[in-house]
């Protein structure tokens, strides 16, 4: 089955720590997305890429960092400078709006991480 | 002024009943619409996505796009329990490469 795959579901860390998300994808799609969803906020995009190897800055993306060696995996770290990073976690792709191509450009989500740090 | 404005809720309606929840949206750049049901503790689930305007109907949901007034709208026939959820609404441009999203809309559906 194509998908998005995010490990772990629930995430305990101490702060001060260094955490990393993993976020996979089968759907042969270019474009990866992290995205923060706190309550009453909506969703919020940390960084993104269109390709392997670049990744763009979102709108909060102080205190993370991201990385795109291979086309399938997007894993996300949070760093100890995250003031706030308890929250929950979504992994996106997407076929790559800016290439041009004919296809719906819609947005699949991966089941989430719950991270929590104490 | 946010990119995609959406009434946060919470929307309460009986078994059964129609059901409509909307946005509108700021750029008339956005040719891609989309709605996603999230229910609690999971990741949003793509429901429909329309290109530019008209409607667009999948079973019990019919989701419709007013270009000219900047206005989409997802509506639910004959709704279920099974319904109670949060959803969203997304915008892109064809060649844009951030998607915009609502803050979701909280639906209950009362047995």
Excluded at chain 1, 43 to 70: C, H, M, P, T
Excluded at chain 1, 102 to 115: C, D, S
Aim: proline residues 5%; glycine residues 10%; neutral net charge.
């Amino acid at each position: 089955d194509g998908g998005i795959t995010q490990s772990p579901k629930y995430l305990f860390r101490k702060e001060g720590q260094n955490v990393t998300l993993s976020c996979e994808q089968n759907l042969n799609h270019d474009a990866m997305y992290w995205y923060r969803q706190d309550p009453g906020q909506g969703l919020r995009l940390i960084y993104y890429s269109q390709i392997v190897n670049d990744f763009q800055k979102g709108d909060i993306a102080e205190g993370y960092s991201v990385s795109r060696e291979k086309k399938e995996s997007f894993p996300l770290t949070v760093t100890s400078a995250q003031k706030n990073p308890t929250a929950f976690y979504l992994c996106a792709s997407s076929m790559d709006p800016s290439s041009g191509g004919a296809g719906g450009y819609e947005q699949y989500f991966g089941p989430g991480t719950r991270l929590t740090v104490t | 002024q946010k990119e995609v404005e959406q009434d946060p809720g919470p929307l309460s309606v009986p078994e059964g009943a129609i059901v409509s929840l909307n946005c509108t949206y700021s750029n008339s750049a956005f040719q891609y619409f989309m709605w996603y049901r999230q229910y609690s503790r999971k990741g949003p689930e793509l429901l429909m996505y329309t290109y530019s305007s008209g409607n667009k109907e999948d079973g019990r949901f019919t989701a419709q796009v007013d270009k000219s007034s900047k206005y989409i709208s997802l509506f639910i026939r004959d709704s279920q329990p099974s319904d109670s959820a949060t959803y969203l609404c997304a915008v892109n441009t064809s060649t844009g490469n951030q998607f915009y999203f609502g803050t979701g809309t909280s639906l209950t559906v009362i047995p």
